[in-house]
Nanobody, 120 residues
Framework: QVQLVESGGGLVQPGGSLRLSCAASGSMFSFYAMSWYRQAPGKQRELVAAITGMFRGGMANYTDSVKGRFTIARDNGKNTVYLQMNSLKPEDTAVYYC???????????WGKGTLVTVSS
């Protein structure tokens, strides 16, 4: 069982920045694919960014709406994945969730989310 705890959310003005963190328990973190999802009020949860595990080179990919503004990164020594969010827009307002995926057994683990509000 993997436990994930997100932090770093809050209220920010349009054009501002936030960095989200997701700390994971256990010793297998470096092997997991990690991703950030978000869910805005009244909308479905959507994938924002993902990064592969150690054996797949830590490759990152992003949904089109955040490319060039958001950066996902991981620190395997700290069991933590980050989401740096720049040039934030009101439409980025959502609860942001961290997910870990064990590709060996297709198990997904979710955090409880952190709220990001972009508003003036």
């Amino acid at each position: 069982q993997v436990q994930l705890v997100e932090s770093g959310g809050g209220l920010v003005q349009p054009g501002g920045s936030l960095r989200l963190s997701c700390a994971a328990s256990g010793s297998m973190f470096s092997f997991y694919a990690m991703s950030w999802y978000r869910q805005a009020p009244g909308k479905q949860r959507e994938l924002v960014a993902a990064i592969t595990g150690m054996f797949r080179g830590g490759m990152a990919n992003y949904t089109d709406s955040v490319k060039g503004r958001f950066t996902i990164a991981r620190d395997n020594g700290k069991n933590t994945v980050y989401l740096q969010m720049n040039s934030l827009k009101p439409e980025d307002t959502a609860v942001y969730y961290c997910k870990a995926r064990n590709n060996d057994n297709d198990m997904d683990y979710w955090g409880k989310g952190t709220l990001v509000t972009v508003s003036s």
